[in-house]
């Protein structure tokens, strides 16, 4: 059994990648073989629309025919991974621009547009997504991301065929050290002490969340 997980945040030890490696280590846990992979670490672009994973009988159909640093994840997803777990911070109200150019190289080239669309991945993997932010979730509901989370949740059932789920931390500490920044939006304080008292336990639900994927392959 083996899930990947992808780290859509730029920073390697802080929010998102710590709960990604939560989420690995609860897959682990339940006999997985894991790998975390970085997206700022890789060049690589977005859907170029080049079409060519859509000519039938063509020597990419079905497989994004653009070579760069995603293209060996890609290929390792399409013929290892058993589950994914995705993670990114909340930039401007969606995700970051390099994970949403890692889910249009991944998603869109096995898509048919056929009546009804479907996909030829060939075989069902399960997906789980981790988001991190800095509002709170009474505000992330008033925003409206619910409708983000249930898209996307939407877009990778319909290619992967498995069940995809959503674990979002809310409210994270954002700064090392607040006291550099510019701060009126939010009390550092209570920052402080949501980091030292609920982030914890959101590192103990992404370990959860990892083992329920991993237990359901």
Not at 27 to 48: M, N, P, R
Not at 150 to 176: H, I, K, L, M, N
Not at 193 to 204: G, I, M, S
Request: aromatic share 10%; net charge positive; proline share 5%.
């Amino acid at each position: 059994m083996t899930i990947i997980g992808i780290n859509g945040s730029p920073r390697k030890k802080w929010n998102t990648a710590t709960l990604l490696t939560k989420a690995l280590e609860g897959a682990a846990s339940q006999g997985a073989a894991t790998e975390l992979v970085h997206l700022y670490d890789l060049t690589f672009k977005g859907c170029i629309s080049c079409f060519a994973c859509k000519i039938i009988d063509g020597p990419h159909n079905g497989r994004c025919a653009v070579k760069d640093d995603l293209s060996p994840i890609l290929k390792k997803i399409g013929e290892e991974a058993d589950a994914i777990i995705l993670g990114s911070p909340i930039y401007f109200g969606a995700m970051t621009g390099e994970m949403r150019s890692f889910i249009e190289r991944l998603l869109f080239a096995p898509l048919v547009y056929s009546q009804l669309p479907r996909s030829v991945f060939p075989r069902k993997i399960r997906t789980g997504i981790i988001y991190t932010m800095n509002v709170t979730e009474e505000m992330s509901a008033e925003i409206g991301y619910g409708a983000m989370f249930s898209s996307t949740e939407a877009s990778f059932c319909r290619t992967f065929g498995g069940a995809a789920e959503t674990f979002c931390s809310y409210d994270t500490y954002q700064f090392p050290d607040y006291s550099k920044v510019v701060m009126e939006y939010m009390d550092p304080a209570k920052k402080a002490a949501r980091r030292k008292e609920v982030f914890p336990d959101d590192c103990r639900k992404a370990f959860d969340l990892g083992c329920r994927i991993a237990s359901k392959v």
